[in-house]
């Protein structure tokens, strides 16, 4: 049973921070790509930042670079984290951990269909 369990988002004025987990079981967490994923209201779905396995690149949507990192830890735990510096009342959505195929290369990654797993999302709220 695949199971990707997002938490650590909430309410946070503009400039604070926030570092998201997801724990990751039921696949073997080398062979996917993971990604954080948000979706505010009445907007489409935006990947934020993703590692590609098949070359180990990073990517970061424009609006968040500088601001967020993304990282990840096979070794003790299967999580992926995603730390968020200066945040901004627009960075206010429902973040997403998703796992894909590791033999996705990066720019595909950048689009949501790409992934197969998702966690069940964890809110942030940026106020102003």
């Known amino acids: 049973d695949v199971q990707l369990q997002a938490f650590g988002g909430g309410l946070v004025q503009a400039g604070g921070s926030l570092r998201l987990s997801c724990a990751v079981s039921?696949?073997?967490?080398?062979?996917?790509?993971m990604s954080w994923i948000r979706q505010a209201p009445g907007r489409e779905r935006e990947v934020v930042s993703c590692?590609?396995?098949?070359?180990?690149?990073?990517?970061y949507a424009d609006s968040v670079k500088g601001r967020f990192t993304i990282s990840s830890d096979s070794k003790t735990e299967n999580a992926v984290f995603l730390q968020m510096n200066s945040l901004k009342p627009e960075d206010t959505a429902v973040y997403y951990c998703?796992?894909?195929?590791?033999?996705?290369?990066?720019?595909?990654?950048?689009?949501?269909?790409?992934?197969?797993?998702w966690g069940q999302g964890t809110q942030v709220t940026v106020s102003s």
């Open positions: 998703a796992a894909a195929a590791s033999t996705i290369i990066l720019s595909s990654l950048t689009q949501s269909a790409a992934y197969n797993y």
């Open positions: 039921g696949i073997t967490f080398d062979d996917y790509a």
């Open positions: 590692t590609s396995k098949s070359d180990g690149t990073t990517y």
